[in-house]
């Protein structure tokens, strides 16, 4: 009766991850063998790694990206001058603490939004808080929010978070507006955070996106001086995934209608 109460206590007080350790330790025997000071460590340790991966959890999902991808599933073998060394020393999320960028530049299809979004995945299990959003996108947003008074909130989204993505970068050139939103949105950023770019058109093209000499001048300065930036290319990989794909279930369905062939011999 006291367990109980004390565990009603313990979800009361929102220490589920303790609560949950405990009545692990009172299903265990062999946790009665250790001493007071051993058993209140461990009950320490289990509700420390819950409330960590609570918060990871919740940063991922307040990250909104698209997808989960992992950097420890990088292919490297697809021939796309994917630098090993470089996106090892990006993996461990120090760039983010430096508060630089990373630019990601190549044709479309050579993976660039997936390893965005694996570096991006990477800083949120390391504890950065992160926003993903496609270019498009996020400025029509903002145009719409312009509108009805709720700029500054995402304003305020865009700029505090630790680390910011921009996927697809560069599909057309920008109004006078948008080059305002993403001056005010990069020059509060600068030296405080960090970014991640994604896009088709190499990094000297983006001048004539920006569309306007001093506003580009003034951005670029602010992403591109301090940014570690890689240029890939090659064939699609979704285009050899396809390939891939379709020679598996020619094999799985050959593989099928031989093992339905009768053996030689077999009665019909």
Do not use: H, K, M, N
């Given at each position: 009766m006291m367990n109980q109460q004390t565990l009603d206590k313990l979800h009361a007080l929102r220490w589920f991850g303790l609560a949950e350790a405990w009545r692990k330790q009172m299903e265990n025997a062999e946790v009665a063998s250790l001493s007071f000071d051993e058993?209140?460590?461990?009950?320490?340790?289990?509700h420390w790694t819950w409330r960590e991966n609570e918060a990871m959890a919740r940063r991922l999902k307040r990250s909104k990206l698209d997808t989960e991808p992992c950097v420890e599933d990088i292919d490297f073998r697809h021939p796309r001058g994917l630098d090993r060394s470089l996106m090892r020393t990006l993996s461990n999320s120090q760039w983010v603490v430096q508060h630089h960028s990373v630019l990601f530049t190549?044709?479309?299809?050579?993976g660039k939004s997936w390893l965005a979004c694996a570096l991006a995945h990477k800083a949120c299990r390391?504890?950065?808080t992160v926003h993903y959003t496609r270019v498009p996108r996020l400025f029509a947003e903002l145009e719409l929010q312009h509108g009805d008074g709720r700029f500054h909130r995402l304003f305020r989204t865009l700029t505090k978070v630790d680390l910011l993505i921009l996927d697809d970068w560069g599909s057309e050139?920008?109004?006078?507006?948008?080059?305002r939103d993403l001056m005010e949105i990069i020059e509060e950023r600068h030296g405080r955070c960090s970014a991640l770019i994604t896009s088709q058109l190499p990094v000297e093209a983006w001048h004539e996106v920006i569309a306007e000499p001093t506003f580009a001048d003034a951005i670029l300065d602010r992403i591109v001086h301090n940014a570690y930036r890689l240029s890939l290319n090659g064939p699609s990989m979704r285009k050899i995934q396809?390939?891939?794909?379709?020679?598996a279930e020619l094999q799985s369905a050959a593989a099928t209608a031989s093992n339905a062939r009768p053996a030689k011999g077999a009665r019909k």
């Open positions: 058993r209140f460590s461990l009950l320490v340790d289990q190549g044709p479309t299809g050579i390391d504890g950065y050139r920008l109004s006078a507006s948008q080059r396809s390939a891939r794909t379709a020679e």
